[in-house]
C-alpha cells in the first residue's frame, strides 16, 4: 500500500513557479509603454500645424463668404485659397497623422465632408463677426451655416450614421437655426429702420415749426449779381 502511495506522487507533475519579474521589470514594461504611446502619437509640430491649416482655411472662407458682394473677383480667390488651405489641413489631420487611415471611399467622404464643414463654419463665424455691417446677409449665414455645419460633421465622423441627421439631435438643430433666422431678421430690420432716420422721409420744402405745424421756408436773401439785375431792369 505504501509503495503504491509513492508510486502515484512520483507520477504527479513537478508544479513549476510563476516566474518571478527580475528587478526593475515593472519600470521597464512601464517604459516600453511610454514609448510606444509616443510612437503612436503625431509629433507636436504635425498637430499644431494641421489646426492652425484648420483655422486659417475657415477664417478665409468665412471672410470671402461675407465680403463677397463687396468685390466678387477679389474675394472668389480669397474663398478659393481657404478651401485649399482647409483640405491640406483636412489631409495632414486625417491622413497623415491619423494612426489608422480610412478607406478610398471613407476617405472621400471625409474629404468632401471636411470642404462642407469648412462653408458651414465660415457662413457662421462670418456671419456672426459681420452681422453689423451687412444685417440682412448675415440673418440669412448663420442659420445656414448651423445646419450645414451640423450635417458636415456628421458625414464626417466615423462614429456616427448618416440618419442621425433626421433624428432627434438634427430637429434640435434645425429648431435652433430656424429660431436665429427669424430672430436675426427681426434685429436687422430694426437696424435699417434706425439707420433710414426711422423710415419716415420729409419734404425739403417746409419745416416742421413747434407744435406740429409746418412753415414755409424763407426764400433765400439774393447775391450781389441777382441784386444788380434785379435794379437794372434788364434780363440777360
Not at 433765400?220 to 439785375?229: D, I, K, R, Y
Request: hydrophobic letters at 45%.
Amino acid at each position: 500500500m505504501k509503495g503504491l502511495v509513492l508510486s502515484l506522487l512520483a507520477d504527479q507533475p513537478t508544479p513549476r513557479l510563476a516566474p518571478q519579474p527580475a528587478s526593475g521589470g515593472r519600470a521597464a514594461a512601464r517604459r516600453r509603454a511610454r514609448s510606444h504611446r509616443a510612437r503612436r502619437t503625431p509629433p507636436l509640430a504635425g498637430r499644431y500645424i494641421g489646426y492652425v491649416l484648420y483655422f486659417v482655411g475657415a477664417g478665409l472662407i468665412s471672410g470671402a463668404v461675407v465680403h463677397h458682394p463687396l468685390d466678387p473677383a477679389r474675394y472668389t480667390v480669397v474663398g478659393v485659397i481657404g478651401v485649399f488651405v482647409f483640405l491640406i489641413a483636412t489631409l495632414v489631420n486625417e491622413f497623415l497623422l491619423a494612426s489608422d487611415r480610412p478607406a478610398l471611399p471613407r476617405a472621400l467622404m471625409v474629404i468632401g465632408a471636411s470642404l462642407l464643414l469648412s462653408f458651414g463654419i465660415g457662413m457662421l463665424s462670418g456671419g456672426l463677426q459681420h452681422f453689423d455691417d451687412f444685417p440682412a446677409r448675415g440673418a440669412v449665414l448663420v442659420p445656414l451655416g448651423i445646419v450645414v455645419s451640423f450635417v458636415a460633421f456628421v458625414l464626417k465622423d466615423a462614429d456616427a450614421s448618416w440618419r442621425r441627421i433626421f433624428g432627434p439631435m438634427g430637429l434640435a438643430v434645425l429648431l435652433i437655426a430656424a429660431g436665429a433666422y427669424f430672430g436675426l431678421n427681426v434685429i436687422a430690420d430694426g437696424m435699417a429702420a434706425e439707420t433710414s432716420g426711422g423710415g419716415h422721409s420729409h419734404g425739403g420744402g417746409a419745416e416742421e415749426a413747434p407744435g406740429g405745424s409746418t412753415a414755409p421756408k424763407e426764400p433765400a436773401a439774393p447775391t450781389q449779381g441777382e441784386a444788380v439785375e434785379a435794379d437794372d431792369g434788364h434780363a440777360h
